[in-house]
């Protein structure tokens, strides 16, 4: 199968029922996605397919169309994501091993809606953290949709 990776092209020999996780992490070597909890309910592993939050441990690597971007694919040339850079203001992070995941759907959300709410944020940030930077993770998303760019 031929998939369209971070604005790359690859060509990888996959069972067509392989998670996408697995072919991304394993077959790939690209690591910003996590296995949480296999079953999309964490949200460890989101990617964007499209611009769409997708849970890749549940999304089978042959099923997929369209460009998949992960957290590799997210900096704007030298610089980071206006979201990346609101995530270090604000401190989000504390282990980090879901921040790839949130970061993604930060993205997804500030696409779709350029300055959400407080009840934007929550019906859109649908992946868990068990450190529980929820206020944080708020913050930065308000800061980067009042930013430039």
């Known amino acids: 199968m031929e998939l369209n990776i971070n604005g790359e092209r690859h060509e990888v020999e996959a069972p067509a029922d392989m998670p996408l996780l697995w072919v991304l ?28 939050p997708t849970r890749s441990c549940v999304t089978a690597a042959a099923d997929v169309e369209g460009e998949v971007i992960t ?46 709410t ?5 019906a859109a940030m649908t992946n868990l953290c068990r450190c529980g930077t929820y206020p944080r993770l708020r913050a930065a998303i308000h800061d980067a949709a009042g930013m430039e760019g």
Do not use: N
């Open 71 to 116: 957290i590799e694919g997210l900096p704007e040339g030298e610089r980071l994501h206006k979201v990346q850079e609101a995530w270090i203001r604000h401190a989000v992070p504390q282990c980090g091993y879901c921040q790839s995941g949130q970061i993604l759907a930060a993205v997804a959300l500030l696409a779709e809606t350029p300055h959400p």
């Open 118 to 122: 407080d009840a934007d944020i929550d």
């Open 25 to 52: 992490r394993d077959m790939l070597g690209i690591k910003g996605p996590k296995f949480g909890c296999g079953v999309g309910a964490c949200g460890a592993c989101t990617v964007l397919i499209d611009g769409i």
